[in-house]
Protein backbone atom coordinates (compact mmCIF):
# COMPACT_ATOMS: atom_id res chain seq x y z
CA UNK A 1 0.00 0.00 0.00
CA UNK A 2 1.56 3.13 -1.06
CA UNK A 3 1.39 6.53 1.01
CA UNK A 4 -0.93 7.67 -0.71
CA UNK A 5 -3.59 4.87 -0.61
CA UNK A 6 -2.79 4.90 3.32
CA UNK A 7 -4.03 8.55 3.50
CA UNK A 8 -7.15 8.02 1.50
CA UNK A 9 -7.90 5.82 3.67
CA UNK A 10 -7.17 7.86 6.68
CA UNK A 11 -9.12 10.36 5.63
CA UNK A 12 -12.21 8.59 4.35
CA UNK A 13 -12.43 6.99 7.72
CA UNK A 14 -12.61 9.80 9.22
CA UNK A 15 -15.06 11.14 6.28
CA UNK A 16 -17.09 7.85 7.32
CA UNK A 17 -18.95 9.62 10.76
CA UNK A 18 -21.68 11.91 10.34
CA UNK A 19 -20.37 13.96 13.13
CA UNK A 20 -17.17 14.55 11.57
CA UNK A 21 -19.13 15.53 8.09
CA UNK A 22 -21.39 18.05 9.72
CA UNK A 23 -17.97 19.91 11.28
CA UNK A 24 -16.69 19.41 8.00
CA UNK A 25 -20.07 21.20 6.48
CA UNK A 26 -19.96 23.61 9.38
CA UNK A 27 -16.06 24.82 8.56
CA UNK A 28 -17.00 25.38 4.72
CA UNK A 29 -18.96 28.48 5.92
CA UNK A 30 -15.34 29.41 7.66
CA UNK A 31 -12.82 28.80 10.84
CA UNK A 32 -14.77 28.25 14.49
CA UNK A 33 -13.84 27.28 17.56
CA UNK A 34 -14.41 23.99 19.30
CA UNK A 35 -17.28 25.52 21.38
CA UNK A 36 -18.94 26.74 17.95
CA UNK A 37 -18.54 23.31 16.71
CA UNK A 38 -20.07 21.69 19.79
CA UNK A 39 -22.95 23.91 19.98
CA UNK A 40 -25.30 21.37 17.68
CA UNK A 41 -24.71 18.35 19.04
CA UNK A 42 -25.78 16.41 21.69
CA UNK A 43 -22.50 15.40 22.98
CA UNK A 44 -19.87 16.70 25.02
CA UNK A 45 -17.23 19.05 24.25
CA UNK A 46 -14.31 16.35 24.84
CA UNK A 47 -16.31 14.18 22.30
CA UNK A 48 -16.00 16.63 19.75
CA UNK A 49 -13.08 17.62 20.19
CA UNK A 50 -11.98 13.70 19.48
CA UNK A 51 -13.57 13.81 16.49
CA UNK A 52 -11.71 17.04 15.13
CA UNK A 53 -8.35 15.12 16.28
CA UNK A 54 -9.45 12.05 13.86
CA UNK A 55 -10.13 15.06 11.07
CA UNK A 56 -6.33 16.95 12.18
CA UNK A 57 -4.87 13.66 11.48
CA UNK A 58 -6.39 13.04 8.32
CA UNK A 59 -5.01 16.15 7.53
CA UNK A 60 -8.54 17.77 6.33
CA UNK A 61 -8.50 20.24 9.15
CA UNK A 62 -5.98 22.44 11.21
CA UNK A 63 -5.49 24.58 14.04
CA UNK A 64 -4.45 28.15 14.75
CA UNK A 65 -3.60 30.19 17.43
CA UNK A 66 -5.48 33.44 17.96
CA UNK A 67 -4.83 35.16 21.67
CA UNK A 68 -7.01 32.35 23.74
CA UNK A 69 -8.21 30.85 21.03
CA UNK A 70 -7.34 27.77 18.71
CA UNK A 71 -9.79 27.74 15.64
CA UNK A 72 -10.11 25.12 14.00
CA UNK A 73 -9.95 25.49 9.62
CA UNK A 74 -11.31 22.90 6.88
CA UNK A 75 -8.00 22.20 4.65
CA UNK A 76 -9.63 22.30 1.23
CA UNK A 77 -6.39 21.27 -0.72
CA UNK A 78 -6.82 18.00 1.16
CA UNK A 79 -10.66 17.76 0.19
CA UNK A 80 -9.68 18.66 -3.17
CA UNK A 81 -7.12 16.00 -3.12
CA UNK A 82 -9.96 13.56 -2.35
CA UNK A 83 -12.34 14.93 -4.95
CA UNK A 84 -8.82 14.48 -7.80
CA UNK A 85 -9.47 10.91 -6.76
CA UNK A 86 -13.03 10.33 -7.29
CA UNK A 87 -13.16 12.29 -9.99
CA UNK A 88 -10.31 10.02 -11.92
CA UNK A 89 -13.36 7.27 -11.57
CA UNK A 90 -16.25 9.46 -12.45
CA UNK A 91 -14.68 10.76 -15.59
CA UNK A 92 -14.00 6.51 -17.01
CA UNK A 93 -17.30 6.18 -16.36
CA UNK A 94 -18.71 9.20 -18.38
CA UNK A 95 -16.24 8.20 -21.24
CA UNK A 96 -17.81 5.14 -21.23
CA UNK A 97 -20.95 6.44 -21.28
CA UNK A 98 -20.51 8.66 -24.02
CA UNK A 99 -18.93 5.60 -25.95
CA UNK A 100 -22.32 3.43 -25.03
CA UNK A 101 -24.20 6.50 -26.79
CA UNK A 102 -22.46 6.78 -29.83
CA UNK A 103 -22.71 3.38 -30.76
CA UNK A 104 -26.41 4.26 -29.98
CA UNK A 105 -27.27 6.96 -32.04
CA UNK A 106 -25.33 5.20 -34.93
CA UNK A 107 -27.07 1.50 -34.89
CA UNK A 108 -30.31 4.09 -34.59
CA UNK A 109 -29.48 6.11 -37.48
CA UNK A 110 -28.72 2.59 -39.29
CA UNK A 111 -31.49 0.99 -38.51
CA UNK A 112 -34.71 3.91 -38.44
CA UNK A 113 -36.54 3.61 -41.79
CA UNK A 114 -36.15 6.43 -43.96
CA UNK A 115 -38.65 8.76 -44.59
CA UNK A 116 -39.78 7.95 -48.74
CA UNK A 117 -39.19 4.42 -47.09
CA UNK A 118 -42.69 4.52 -44.78
CA UNK A 119 -45.04 5.85 -47.54
Not at 63 to 89: G, M
Not at 95 to 109: H, I, K, N, P
Amino acid sequence: MSDDDAALDVAFLALADPVRRRIIARLSRGPATVNDLAEPFEISKQAVSKHIQVLEQANLVTRSRDAQRRPVHLNPARLEALTAWIDQYRLVREGQFRSLDAVLESSAGQTAPKAKDRK
